[in-house]
């Protein structure tokens, strides 16, 4: 079998030595770093998300897939720092204020960089004005809210509310947590809502191919 498909094969699985051995031999064969995860890694991760979301697979087999991926992403990385090649979107994301939740703000996380994005973390009790100090440093094309208590589903909102009201770029606001829903979303005037982290992904690539915040200037 082609060792593409082996390694997407391993990816899918979490054979994190396999993913390393694999990886060296794909770059060795002439393929590019950037044609294993375009070939690879990502329709890997698209796998995983799909079967998390089908609930197919859960949060443990979820996690050693994406070790496996960050196992071939560090022999990647260097050739394509070394090419000059970037992530082309960037997302931040974080637990909203009194919330000290964050696995399944983790699995978001690793499915987005899965995706191909450049995830800017802030971890979990973030105040409005964490996420707005990053959102002006970082100018990402979409932030992700976390809140896993009813009790802090109040701060997502005012969080939401603080980054329109402020004076910080124009970004796509994403949200979820098992408490939170598609008419809290729309409620509190979110961009979109996603169930899941497989979900989450498809989410963001649709916000980003929607565009409308493409004509700001990035770094
Ligand atoms: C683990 C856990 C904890 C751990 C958290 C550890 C950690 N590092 O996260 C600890 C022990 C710290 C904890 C503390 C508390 N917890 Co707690 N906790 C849980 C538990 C068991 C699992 C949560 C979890 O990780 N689920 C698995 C992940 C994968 O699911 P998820 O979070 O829903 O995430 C998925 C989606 O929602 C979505 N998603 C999540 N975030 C985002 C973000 C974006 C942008 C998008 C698009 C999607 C998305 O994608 C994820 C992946 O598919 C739940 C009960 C349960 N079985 O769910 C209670 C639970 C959430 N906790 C609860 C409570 C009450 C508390 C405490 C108040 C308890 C106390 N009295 O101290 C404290 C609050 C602390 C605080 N201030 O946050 C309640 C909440 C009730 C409610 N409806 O508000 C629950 C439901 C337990 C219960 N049945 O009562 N908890």
């Given at each position: 079998m082609e060792t593409i498909k082996l390694l997407y094969k391993a990816v899918v699985v979490?054979?994190?030595?396999g993913a390393?051995?694999l990886t060296?031999r794909a770059?060795?064969e002439?393929n590019?770093?950037?044609e294993v995860?375009d070939r690879a890694l990502?329709p890997a991760?698209?796998t995983?998300?799909?079967?998390?979301?089908?609930?197919?697979?859960?949060?443990?087999?979820?996690?050693?897939?994406?070790?496996?991926?960050?196992?071939?992403?560090?022999?990647?990385?260097?050739?394509?720092?070394?090419?000059?090649?970037?992530?082309?979107?960037?997302?931040?994301?974080?637990?909203?204020?009194?919330?000290?939740?964050?696995?399944?703000?983790?699995?978001?996380?690793?499915?987005?960089?899965?995706?191909?994005?450049?995830?800017?973390?802030?971890?979990?009790?973030?105040?409005?004005?964490?996420?707005?100090?990053?959102?002006?440093?970082?100018?990402?094309?979409?932030?992700?809210?976390?809140?896993?208590?009813?009790?802090?589903?109040?701060?997502?909102?005012?969080?939401?509310?603080?980054?329109?009201?402020?004076?910080?770029?124009?970004?796509?606001?994403?949200?979820?947590?098992?408490?939170?829903?598609?008419?809290?979303?729309?409620?509190?005037?979110?961009?979109?809502?996603?169930?899941?982290?497989?979900?989450?992904?498809?989410?963001?690539?649709?916000?980003?191919?929607?565009?409308?915040?493409?004509?700001?200037?990035?770094?």
């Open positions: 979490g054979n994190s030595s390393a051995v060296k770059l060795s002439g590019g770093a950037e995860i990502m991760m698209a995983v998300g799909e079967k998390f979301k089908n609930s197919q697979i859960f949060v443990p087999e979820m996690l050693v897939a994406a070790r496996a991926m960050k196992t071939a992403m560090s022999l990647l990385e260097p050739r394509l720092l070394a090419a000059g090649v970037t992530p082309k979107h960037t997302a931040i994301i974080g637990t909203v204020e009194g919330d000290l939740h964050d696995i399944g703000k983790n699995l978001v996380a690793i499915m987005w960089r899965g995706t191909g994005f450049r995830v800017i973390d802030l971890g979990v009790n973030v105040t409005p004005a964490g996420f707005i100090t990053a959102i002006e440093e970082h100018l990402p094309d979409i932030v992700g809210l976390s809140a896993v208590l009813t009790t802090t589903m109040p701060a997502m909102a005012g969080t939401l509310k603080a980054i329109r009201a402020s004076n910080c770029p124009p970004v796509k606001v994403i949200i979820g947590g098992a408490p939170v829903s598609q008419q809290f979303a729309e409620a509190i005037g979110a961009d979109a809502y996603a169930a899941d982290a497989g979900s989450a992904a498809d989410k963001a690539l649709e916000l980003v191919a929607a565009g409308g915040i493409s004509a700001f200037p990035r770094r």
